[in-house]
C-alpha cells in the first residue's frame, strides 16, 4: 500500500518540489490548503493532478486534529509559515501565532489522532539570527533576530519536546536560505532575478534593494527537499544543519545576475533605506557535516549554477508576459 504523507504549506516553495519528490517516490499526497491562499490552481500546477488537497490552518486546531484522524499519514511535513522576515517585524503576534504556535497545534493534533506519524518541522537557519560560532552547526546556541526567528525557535523547542515527553518521531531540519525559480518574489534572491530580467528587457530602470552586505548560505531548493525525507526514513529521530557550507553577500548574487546577462550591477541597484530590517542578520554560514555522514546528503548545485538558473528563468518569464500582452521589448 501507498505511504500517505501530508503537506502543510503546498503552495509555498518547498511543498511544491516535496509534493513532486514524493510523487515520484509512490506516496499518497495531502497538501493542506487555507482560505486566504490566492492562485492556488496555478501555484499547485501539475500537482494538482494528485494531490488531495485539505482545507485547513495552522492557526485553527479543530481543523488539524480533523485531518490527521481522518487521513492518518504515514508522515507529516509542516512546511507552513509565516515564512518573510520583515514582515514578521510589521505582524509579530500572528507571525507567532502561525510559524509558533502552529507547529505546537499540529504537534498536539497527532499525539491525540495519529501518533505512529513521523513528524518534519521546517526549522530555521534564522534562529542562528546574531551568531554565536561561524559555522553553525546543531549544537550551535540560538539567539534569534527576529519575531519570525523567535518563532521558529519556540516550533523548533515544541519538537524536540513531543520527541523527547511524548517518544513521538519529530525531526527538526535547520534549514539554510534555499531558493529556485519558485522562490516567493518578495525574497531577496527573486527580487533580483526578476528585477535582472525585467531592467534587460526595458521594463525597468532601476532596482532598489536594502542591505547589500548582508551574507547567506544559499542553496538549491529541490535538493533540500530530499533532506527533509531522509529524516523521516532513519531509525531515530533527530536534528540535521542542512546547508552548502558556503557564503555570498546580497551584492555578488546582483554582481553574477547582472553580468550573466551583458550587465553591471553597479548601473541599476539602488540601496534604498526602506528595505533595512531592524535588526539584521548578517551573517550565515552553515557546517552540514551530520547530514552529509548520518543521510548521506549533500549540495549539488553550485552558487553560480543557482544565480544563472534564476536569471534565466525570470527571462524566459518576462518574455512570455511580454508576448501576451503585445507590448514590443525594448532590449538593453
Ligand atoms: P513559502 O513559500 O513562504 O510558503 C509558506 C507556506 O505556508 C505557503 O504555502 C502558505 O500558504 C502557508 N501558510 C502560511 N500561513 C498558513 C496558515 N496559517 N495555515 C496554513 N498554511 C499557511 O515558504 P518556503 O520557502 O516554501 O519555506 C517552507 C518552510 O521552510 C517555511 O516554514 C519556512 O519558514 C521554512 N524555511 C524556509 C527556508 C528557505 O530558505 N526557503 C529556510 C529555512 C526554513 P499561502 O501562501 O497559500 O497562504
Ligand atoms: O533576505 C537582505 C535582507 O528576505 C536575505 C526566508 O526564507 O531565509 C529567508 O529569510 C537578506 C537579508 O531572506 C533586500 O536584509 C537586501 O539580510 O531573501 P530574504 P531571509 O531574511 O534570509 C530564511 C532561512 C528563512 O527561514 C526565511 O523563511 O537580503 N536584503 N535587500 C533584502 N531582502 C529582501 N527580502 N528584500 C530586499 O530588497
Same mark, same amino acid.
Given at each position: 500500500?501507498a505511504?500517505k504523507?501530508l503537506?502543510?504549506g #503546498?503552495?509555498?516553495?518547498d511543498?511544491?518540489?516535496?509534493?513532486?519528490?514524493?510523487?515520484?517516490?509512490?506516496? *499518497?499526497?495531502? /497538501?493542506?490548503?487555507r482560505?486566504?491562499?490566492?492562485?492556488?490552481e496555478q501555484?499547485?500546477?501539475?500537482?494538482?493532478?494528485?494531490?488531495?488537497? *485539505?482545507?485547513g490552518?495552522?492557526t485553527?486546531?479543530?481543523?488539524?486534529? !480533523?485531518?490527521?484522524g =481522518?487521513v492518518?499519514? !504515514?508522515?507529516i511535513?509542516?512546511?507552513?509559515?509565516?515564512?518573510?522576515?520583515?514582515?514578521?517585524?510589521?505582524?509579530?503576534?500572528? +507571525?507567532?501565532d502561525? +510559524?509558533?504556535?502552529?507547529?505546537? =497545534?499540529?504537534? *498536539?493534533? $497527532?499525539?491525540?489522532?495519529?501518533p505512529?506519524?513521523?513528524?518534519?518541522?521546517?526549522?530555521?537557519s534564522e534562529?542562528?539570527?546574531?551568531?554565536?560560532?561561524?559555522?553553525?552547526?546543531?549544537k550551535?546556541p540560538?539567539?534569534?533576530?527576529?519575531?519570525?526567528?523567535v518563532?521558529?525557535v519556540?516550533?523548533?523547542?515544541?519538537?524536540?519536546?513531543?520527541?523527547?515527553?511524548y517518544?513521538?518521531?519529530?525531526?527538526?531540519?535547520i534549514?539554510?536560505?534555499?531558493?529556485?525559480?519558485? =522562490?516567493?518574489?518578495?525574497?531577496v534572491?527573486?527580487?533580483?532575478? #526578476?528585477?535582472?530580467?525585467?531592467i534587460?528587457?526595458?521594463?525597468?530602470?532601476?532596482l532598489?534593494?536594502?542591505n547589500?552586505?548582508?551574507?547567506r548560505?544559499?542553496?538549491?531548493?529541490p535538493?533540500?527537499?530530499?533532506? $527533509?525525507?531522509?529524516?523521516?526514513?532513519?531509525?531515530?529521530?533527530?536534528?540535521?544543519?542542512?546547508?552548502?557550507?558556503?557564503?555570498?553577500?546580497?551584492?555578488e548574487?546582483?554582481? #553574477?545576475?547582472?553580468?550573466?546577462?551583458?550587465?553591471?550591477?553597479?548601473?541599476f541597484?539602488?540601496? !534604498?533605506?526602506?528595505?533595512?530590517?531592524?535588526?539584521?542578520?548578517n551573517?550565515?554560514? /552553515?557546517d552540514?557535516?551530520?547530514?552529509?555522514?548520518?543521510?548521506?546528503?549533500?549540495?549539488e548545485?553550485?552558487?553560480?549554477q543557482?544565480v544563472?538558473?534564476?536569471? *534565466?528563468?525570470?527571462l524566459?518569464?518576462?518574455?512570455?508576459?511580454?508576448?501576451?500582452? /503585445?507590448?514590443?521589448?525594448?532590449p538593453?
Open positions: 500500500m505511504k504523507a503537506i502543510t #503546498i503552495t509555498g516553495q511543498g511544491y518540489y516535496l509534493a513532486e519528490f514524493l510523487h515520484e517516490k509512490g506516496y *499518497e499526497i495531502y /497538501g493542506l490548503v482560505r486566504s491562499s490566492q492562485n492556488i501555484r499547485l500546477g501539475k500537482l494538482s493532478e494528485y494531490v488531495h488537497v *485539505e482545507h490552518d495552522l485553527d486546531s479543530l481543523s488539524l486534529r !480533523d485531518i490527521l =481522518r492518518q499519514p !504515514d508522515e511535513y509542516n512546511l507552513a509559515a509565516q515564512s518573510h522576515v520583515a514582515w514578521s517585524f510589521k505582524t509579530p503576534e500572528s +507571525t507567532f502561525i +510559524t509558533g504556535a502552529g507547529c505546537l =497545534r499540529l504537534l *498536539e493534533a $497527532m499525539r491525540q489522532t495519529s505512529h506519524s513521523r513528524f518534519y518541522q521546517a526549522s530555521s534562529m542562528f539570527g546574531q551568531v554565536q560560532e561561524v559555522p553553525q552547526t546543531e550551535t540560538f539567539h534569534p533576530r527576529s519575531p519570525y526567528g518563532a521558529k519556540a516550533a523548533y523547542w515544541a519538537t524536540v519536546n513531543y520527541r523527547e515527553g517518544n513521538l518521531f519529530t525531526c527538526n531540519g534549514l539554510f536560505n534555499h531558493e529556485s525559480e519558485r =522562490r516567493g518574489e518578495e525574497f534572491t527573486r527580487k533580483i532575478s #526578476i528585477g535582472v530580467a525585467r534587460k528587457l526595458g521594463l525597468q530602470d532601476k532598489l534593494l536594502g547589500l552586505e548582508a551574507k548560505d544559499w542553496g538549491y531548493a535538493e533540500y527537499v530530499r533532506a $527533509m525525507w531522509l529524516m523521516l526514513q532513519q531509525n531515530e529521530p533527530d536534528d540535521y544543519v542542512i546547508a552548502t557550507g558556503e557564503t555570498h553577500s546580497v551584492r548574487f546582483c554582481e #553574477i545576475a547582472f553580468a550573466h546577462v551583458g550587465l553591471d550591477y553597479r548601473d541597484v539602488v540601496e !534604498d533605506p526602506q528595505f533595512y530590517r531592524p535588526a539584521e542578520v551573517l550565515l554560514i /552553515g552540514a557535516t551530520k547530514a552529509r555522514q548520518k543521510l548521506g546528503w549533500k549540495p548545485t553550485t552558487f553560480r543557482l544563472e538558473r534564476m536569471v *534565466e528563468a525570470d524566459e518569464n518576462q518574455k512570455r508576459l511580454l508576448r501576451n500582452s /503585445g507590448e514590443t521589448p525594448r538593453r
